[in-house]
T-cell receptor, first 113, second 113 residues
Framework: DAGITQSPRHKVTETGTPVTLRCHQTENHRYMYWYRQDPGHGLRLIHYSYGVKDTDKGEVSDGYSVSRSKTEDFLLTLESATSSQTSVYFC????????????FGNGTRLTVT | AQTVTQSQPEMSVQEAETVTLSCTYDTSESDYYLFWYKQPPSRQMILVIRQEAYKQQNATENRFSVNFQKAAKSFSLKISDSQLGDAAMYFCALTGANSKLTFGKGITLSVRP
């Protein structure tokens, strides 16, 4: 398995609280991604990064922010969690351009009550 | 914008039989890549097969093969000699020049013993 670690694996939080999910890689890959998976929607891209401090929005970025201060770490922050952000969150990495497949972490199940 | 459509939410196959999972896509790019990912109940995302759009030859990986019809924008996955371990959710995905992977909604495959 590619060296990707997501933390935490599970989290329950209350509406309105801030939440940060962490993705850590040991592969030195340039590209990192955050997806959310919801029934009936597949995986949808939240944000991605193409280098340290270089990030861009995906299709469902509202309510989320990201930061990448080091190659190996990509943080996803929910500034004020809402029930609609209850989901499974996946981090993924890829080596270079579009021909490189994504390698995924094991996901974080987030429940916002 | 690129889109990926998996119109069948569920399929079932008898063990040792062959099953085909359908996928259609839309993109304005001429150079792109297509993927099938498998997600077993463990939640892990596993790359099954990859196809470069500029290659006419259909990709094959052991019991898994694709039928890539570029003009029709169709990319189906054939699983031969189905095994119980093939039971999972399968996602079709597409990536283009922006290196962002777009997923379909997925199809749940069950394998009957």
């Amino acid at each position: 398995d590619a060296g990707i670690t997501q933390s935490p694996r599970h989290k329950v939080t209350e509406t309105g609280t801030p939440v940060t999910l962490r993705c850590h890689q040991t592969e030195n890959h340039r590209y990192m991604y955050w997806y959310r998976q919801d029934p009936g929607h597949g995986l949808r891209l939240i944000h991605y990064s193409y280098g340290v401090k270089d990030t861009d929005k995906g299709e469902v970025s509202d309510g989320y922010s990201v930061s990448r201060s080091k190659t190996e770490d990509f943080l996803l922050t929910l500034e004020s969690a809402t029930s609609s952000q209850t989901s499974v969150y996946f981090c993924a990495i890829s080596e270079s351009t579009r021909d490189s497949p994504l390698h995924f972490g094991n996901g974080t199940r987030l429940t916002v009550t | 914008a690129q889109t990926v459509t998996q119109s069948q939410p569920e399929m079932s196959v008898q063990e040792a039989e062959t099953v085909t999972l359908s996928c259609t896509y839309d993109t304005s790019e001429s150079d792109y890549y297509l993927f099938w990912y498998k997600q077993p109940p463990s939640r892990q995302m596993i790359l099954v097969i990859r196809q470069e759009a500029y290659k006419q030859q259909n990709a094959t990986e052991n019991r898994f093969s694709v039928n890539f019809q570029k003009a029709a924008k169709s990319f189906s996955l054939k699983i031969s000699d189905s095994q119980l371990g093939d039971a999972a959710m399968y996602f079709c995905a597409l990536t283009g020049a922006n290196s962002k992977l777009t997923f379909g909604k997925g199809i749940t495959l069950s394998v009957r013993p």
